[in-house]
């Protein structure tokens, strides 16, 4: 019996240790879920598929900023119900600079 073309290479597969046979490998693989990525079609899905999840997180990032910047500064009345800055927001507080983070000007 001749062995595989990469019988020499062999792989290391998760739950089933050092194998060097194409067929063994493959059932590994398969019982493991594992799937080989090969051809063109394939990749450029894989490629839209990360760029929509990319996409998506975009979105998420950019609401949740949007709800948190909402949430802190509508409380401290540097904006109006609109998301518009009111005359409050150009008053000058004061000429001393914040030397610390516990400054009673920052809030909480």
Do not use: C
């Amino acid at each position: 019996m001749r062995p595989d073309a990469n019988w020499h290479f062999g792989e290391q597969v998760v739950g089933h240790g050092y194998l060097n046979s194409r067929s063994k490998i493959a059932r590994a693989n398969k019982a493991n879920g594992n799937v080989e990525i090969g051809g063109r079609n394939e990749w450029e899905a894989v490629k839209k598929t990360a760029e929509e999840a990319q996409r998506q997180k975009e979105v998420a990032h950019n609401e949740s900023s949007r709800r948190h910047f909402l949430r802190v500064a509508a409380g401290s009345g540097i904006i109006d119900s609109d998301g518009k800055p009111t005359a409050d927001a150009f008053k000058k507080q004061s000429d001393e600079p914040i030397k610390t983070t516990k400054d009673s000007r920052l809030g909480k």
